[in-house]
């Protein structure tokens, strides 16, 4: 069976993504936000979703995309049968001005001929309310307005609106420039203010990455993850999603599909954890002022996922669309919120650690967040016996969860740290309290027999979610433990090339056909911590040939055929490989491997 990768690039300014298949179409735009309906969809429903291509006229063509190098700018060459080539830029505007980021929702195609006159033609055909109605376009002066939209959609252009309102093949022999606005229309002179933007983004790109701490290992990868995930961080707000797609199955026919265009707190720890490696404290301190400003409910708890906006309410909602390669439902808002998820109040801790444990965050930016942290705590010690749906959020399944223990050991102990920064010893006896009884609740997931930690309190099944036992450092400097724990691992979840599935029982939708790849990450990381450093590399760069064109990684992998399966690109999975990398360079760093 041919492999399945997702043939799309990313371009992103930190208020939206679209997504770009090698055929020049805009497959996939939210505006004016990431959670908001599509203005091209067609990812989604080739018939409803509209179109935005940029063709030669006989549609025989082949075509190459790759990004300018260490930014979000995506360029697309296509060649015509006849030989005749042209290159598009697509890039999202990005840049400082008047102290502040210009970040506008606007959307560039610049075309450039590089062999011959090749003839094109431009179709451009937004919709609106999920597929159902169709935009209605009308001539002005040097755009094309399109109507029925909640704000004004424009295709400003320096070519022939005629052509392009007519689907007309024109010769291109000349830079033409495309710009597609939501909102604010673009009201200046197109060819200059246009090369300008593309020359400040390039820029920008380019500084942001100078100024961030790379590892050595596998430099190229970690660049092109940390520009994707930067990306994804809504900036007006703060939260990073999960990804910027909807409903992408984990699997052929699974029907578990799913919209990851929100903020989930399970993912806090992972997600400021690689903006710490990377330097980056602009993108940590939004991320801390998101958390700390999200709402709970009456009893002081917190929901799994929150809006961008930090809205709790997600309402899922099935939509009448033919879905990716006619998977179906597609699904828009996320029932998730409902579940109770607790490992999420640990997540947070171990999250403002750093705001405690590094100079560089000054006393006053600390001071605040006395009452959060103990009220972080309280809920740990409301939730210790409660069952919880589980990081992987079952929707009919609740249990004792080793992985929320974990965590609520993992917070309790970075709050004995904050407690010591604080010099706040009522919190302290409290952290060290629940630190201990975290341990305990963990012990009663360990199957002597197997010599190994269960998914849970009175069950035997294997979860990969287990292997950050050994990433967390729960099991010290045990190293034998560790090993003993990850071997019943990789006995029952591992699949070849290193990738690994995240359980194998049944849930609520069946068996897991696909791995999973942000826990085979996790497997590197704890080959590298258990010193089977050598595995950790190889492991690392077989997993890294499960990416598209464009070095993407999406959530799922079948390891039968090594297909792409899951939302796409999918933040996890990049933060996943950036912390591994980190992981392994610091070994390959130390002195006792070198000598």
């Keep these: 069976m041919e492999k399945h990768l997702y043939g799309t690039g990313i371009i992103g300014n930190c208020a939206y993504i679209a997504h770009i298949e090698k055929n020049s179409n805009i497959s996939w735009l939210c505006f004016p936000r990431f959670d908001s309906d599509f203005i091209f969809g067609s990812m989604l429903d080739k018939e409803k979703g509209g179109e935005f291509t940029i063709l030669p006229q006989n549609g025989g063509f082949r075509s190459e995309q790759s990004y300018l190098e260490n930014t979000n700018i995506l360029e697309t060459k296509i060649t015509n049968s006849e030989g005749e ?52 376009p009308s001539p002005g002066s040097n755009h094309i307005r399109f109507s029925g939209a909640d704000q004004e959609i424009r295709l400003t252009t320096n070519c022939s609106i005629s052509y392009v309102l007519e689907e007309k093949e024109f010769r291109l022999n000349r830079s033409i420039y495309l710009v597609f606005t939501y909102g604010s229309p673009l009201e200046a002179p197109i060819e200059s203010t246009i090369d300008r933007f593309l020359m400040e983004t390039t820029n920008y790109w380019r500084k942001w990455i100078k100024s961030t701490s790379i590892p050595n290992f596998n430099q190229v990868l970690v660049v092109r993850s940390a520009l994707a995930l ?25 029907t578990r599909n799913w919209d990851y265009r929100y903020c989930w707190m399970r993912d806090t720890f992972y997600t400021l954890n690689v903006f710490n490696h990377l330097g ?13 400003n999200l709402p709970t409910d009456r009893k002081g708890r917190y929901q799994p996922l929150y809006s961008i906006t930090g809205s709790a309410l997600l309402e899922e909602r099935i939509c009448e669309l033919e879905g990716y390669l006619g998977n179906q439902p597609v699904r828009f808002g996320n029932q998730a919120y409902t579940h109770i998820q607790n490992d999420l109040y640990g997540q947070v801790l171990v999250s403002l650690l750093p705001l405690y444990a590094d100079k560089r965050f000054i006393e ?20 210790m016996d409660e069952k919880d749906a589980g990081l992987w959020e079952f929707r009919n399944l609740q249990q004792q969860h080793c992985y929320t223990f974990l965590f609520h050991w993992a917070g309790a102990c970075a709050a004995i740290k904050i407690a010591d920064r604080l010099k706040d010893s009522a919190m302290k006896e409290k952290a060290v309290f629940l630190k201990n009884s975290a341990a305990d609740k963990i012990e009663q997931c360990y199957i002597p027999e197997m010599r190994a930690y269960s998914q849970a309190i009175g069950t035997r099944n294997m979860d990969a979610s287990t292997l950050q036992l050994i990433t967390m450092g729960y099991f010290g400097d045990d190293i034998e433990r560790a090993n003993d724990h990850l071997k019943m691992l990789e006995k029952d979840l591992l699949a070849k090339d290193y990738l690994f599935y995240r359980y194998k029982h049944t849930d609520d939708f069946g068996k ?64 996943g490989l950036m912390n591994a990398a980190y992981r392994i360079g610091q070994k390959l760093n130390k002195p006792d491997f070198l000598m």
């Design 85 to 136: 080539s042209y290159t598009i830029t697509d890039f999202a505007p990005r840049f400082e001005n008047f102290n502040r980021y210009y970040k506008p929702l606007m959307l560039v195609r610049k075309i450039e001929p590089l062999h011959g006159e090749p003839k094109i033609k431009i179709k451009c055909q937004p919709v609106t309310h999920f597929g159902k109605k169709i935009l209605t």
């Design 230 to 254: 930067k990306i994804h961080q809504y900036e007006d707000t703060g939260a990073i999603i999960a990804s910027s797609t909807t409903s992408l199955p984990e699997s052929p026919g699974s």
């Design 280 to 292: 980056h404290f602009e993108e940590l301190e939004r991320y801390f002022e998101y958390i700390q």
């Design 364 to 383: 006053s930016e600390k001071s605040h967040s006395k009452p959060f942290i103990n009220n972080l705590l309280q809920k740990i010690e409301e939730t």
């Design 512 to 575: 897991p056909e696909t791995t999973f790849l942000i826990c085979a990450f996790w497997y590197i990381e704890a080959l590298a911590c258990v010193n089977r450093l050598n595995e950790a590399i190889e492991g690392f760069g077989k997993l890294t040939q499960y990416c598209n064109h464009l070095k993407l990684f999406s959530e799922d992998v079948d390891h039968h055929t090594g297909s792409q399966w899951g939302n796409f690109p999918q933040t996890y999975s990049h933060v």
